[in-house]
């Protein structure tokens, strides 16, 4: 059975203090690593696909990477409008298009 | 260009009562999905469209739930006799083509209390 654990469940930082999230995952076959961003009462928002061990993406203090058995979520030099609840996902081969989520990771990055 | 919406964003209902909760995608997307999240749950799969078929409906918690899509656009969650478990945000997502390597675009969610 296809499972994704996220690590640590909830985060608190200081402002510029940098720190990593961790998802582990056990799927047949990967298709693609999706990372997310919730903000509360809101929707999914999204962030990087990862397809490939290896393969790393940034987006401004954000940076994905990824193996054959986790990611990481790196947030460089946090900033208070980064707290939100981040979410990784797997889209396996034996699950049609489904996104197979975790349960998240609870950040919050004081001034 | 605009998001996928969702309405009613909460809906509350009496146990035993229908609701239907509405979808529309962003536009052109032709694949559709249906997630809930529950208290302390991670998001979980119910339903996928690609135009008007459901090629996988394995998500479906109970013959209580239902989903169609007509137009291939906009898409309702029926739920039947609901229960108290059934509270939940139900999260409606888009992508652009079925498959893979496709991010999936999330609406803000219905917010459903079941009393």
């Known amino acids: 059975e296809d499972q994704v654990t996220q690590s640590p469940e909830a985060l608190r930082l200081q402002e510029g203090e940098s720190s990593s999230l961790n998802c582990s995952y056990t799927?047949?076959?990967?298709?693609?690593l999706f990372w997310y961003r919730q903000d509360p009462g809101k929707g999914p928002e999204f962030l990087f696909t990862?397809?490939?061990a290896g393969e790393e993406k940034e987006k401004e203090r954000l940076k994905a990477t990824l193996t054959k058995k986790e990611s990481f979520l790196h947030i460089t030099a946090p900033k208070p409008e980064d707290s939100a609840t981040y979410l990784c996902?797997?889209?396996?081969?034996?699950?049609?298009?489904?996104?197979?989520f975790g349960k998240g990771t609870s950040l919050l990055v004081t001034p | 260009g605009a998001g996928v919406s969702q309405s009613p964003s909460n809906k509350v209902t009496e146990k035993g009562k229908d609701v239907e909760l509405r979808c529309d995608p962003i536009?052109?997307?032709?694949?559709l999905y249906w997630y809930r999240q529950s208290l302390g749950q991670g998001l979980e799969f119910l339903i996928y469209?690609?135009?008007?078929?459901?090629?996988?409906k394995s998500g479906l918690p109970s013959d209580r739930f239902s989903a169609e899509r007509t137009g291939g656009s906009v898409s309702t969650l029926t739920i039947q006799r609901t229960q108290q478990e059934d509270s939940a945000v139900y999260l409606c997502?888009?992508?652009?083509?079925?498959?893979?390597?496709?991010?999936?675009?999330f609406g803000p969610g219905t917010r459903l209390t079941v009393l």
């Open positions: 799927v047949s076959g990967l298709r693609g």
């Open positions: 996902a797997v889209q396996a081969g034996n699950s049609g298009y489904a996104l197979n």
């Open positions: 469209f690609q135009g008007n078929s459901a090629p996988d």
């Open positions: 990862l397809y490939s």
């Open positions: 536009s052109g997307h032709t694949a």
């Open positions: 997502a888009s992508s652009p083509k079925s498959g893979s390597y496709n991010e999936q675009f």
